[in-house]
């Protein structure tokens, strides 16, 4: 599915990303700190924050009004394993929470170089884990993430699995990195289009998060090479422009090919995880009220809010 044209506001994603290439490039330079991701999403009205302690790791709850108690979305934030927290993501996930109606627990887990794979899907794991021990039904659970938390979404079903745990009604993963190979031809096709995502500075991401003897290819880690077999439905979102376009099409095609229900939506001139943008820019609503009428009936709330 292909949606319509560019937005003057999407364009602070642009900025956003430039700036960051430069800090790679010049590294004494002025750049962005993890909080000043979130920068570019807008504060959600009606939505409360709580700061808990979730499985031993630091989390936050976000908490729109009048939203299901026992209906959770389980977050899960970006920043390619090195960067990223439940402060840079709480307001791009109290968007999502609020139009879903239902909350929203956002989490850290362990950052690399300091903590390699598979640290981060093990810690995931563990605060699902805790999730379930507090009462939510694994059907009233959804798993989301972008960027490095998209492909966490996935590998950590396949960690609860493995480990015994009932999977969750449904993933959505938006600008999900899960080839830790690098080697999608859109590094290529889109290289003049993505100002940061460069097909070397990834595999320089993917090393450090893996470690010196990391396996590229080990399904946790990398699922393109799992069996996804007995997943539930995955809605995957992904800018058009971003050189992890491809990413995002092989997840969906693996996903198909072992028996999963998929959804793919591309948005044209769009970046990686334009979503930051929530409350701003028109394609970042777009996508997480997309986000947001395909989850509810997944939960089983009603179709729609009927809020923004």
């Keep these: 599915m292909v949606m319509g044209d560019t937005s003057k506001q999407s364009e602070a994603v642009r ?5 960051a290439r430069l800090a790679l490039v010049q590294p004494d330079g002025d750049h962005p700190d993890n909080e000043s991701w979130g920068d570019l999403t807008a504060e959600p009205r009606e939505v409360d924050y709580l700061e808990i302690t979730a499985g031993g790791l630091p989390a936050m709850w976000a908490v729109p009004r009048n939203s299901a108690a026992d ?3 389980l977050c899960m934030h970006g920043g390619g394993f090195l960067g990223g927290s439940i402060y840079s993501h709480r307001k791009l996930f109290g968007h999502l929470a609020k139009a879903v109606g239902a909350r929203a627990l956002i989490f850290d887990y362990s950052l690399a170089p300091v903590h390699t794979h598979p640290t981060q899907v093990d810690e995931a794991t563990t605060v699902y884990r805790w999730l379930l021990e507090h009462g939510i039904s ?4 959804v798993f989301t993430g972008d960027s490095a938390g ?10 609860a699995r493995d480990r015994g745990l009932p999977l969750p009604a449904a993933a959505m993963p938006f600008s999900p990195w899960v080839d830790m190979e690098v ?3 859109s590094y290529t096709t889109n290289r003049d289009r993505d100002p940061y995502f460069y097909q070397e500075s990834v595999r320089q991401f993917a090393g450090l998060f893996l470690g010196e003897n ?9 699922p393109l090479y799992a069996d996804l077999s007995g997943l539930g439905p995955i809605y995957i979102q992904v800018g058009a422009d971003e050189t992890l376009l491809d990413d995002a099409h092989r997840l969906a095609e693996h ?4 028996g999963v229900d998929v959804r793919l939506d ?4 769009m970046l990686h995880t334009f979503q930051m943008a929530a409350g701003r820019a028109p394609e970042a609503d777009d996508a997480i009220r997309r986000m947001a009428e395909w989850a509810r009936p997944r939960l089983g709330l009603a179709t729609s809010t009927g809020r923004r």
């Design 15 to 19: 900025r956003h990303w430039t700036v």
């Design 138 to 141: 694994a059907d009233h659970i």
């Design 183 to 185: 080697i999608g031809e």
């Design 266 to 269: 591309v948005f044209p001139g």
């Design 71 to 73: 209906r959770v979305l």
């Design 214 to 222: 990391g396996d590229p290819r080990e399904p946790f880690a990398n």
């Design 150 to 159: 998209g492909g966490l979404s996935i590998t950590t079903q396949l960690r």
């Design 255 to 258: 996903a198909r090919t072992a």
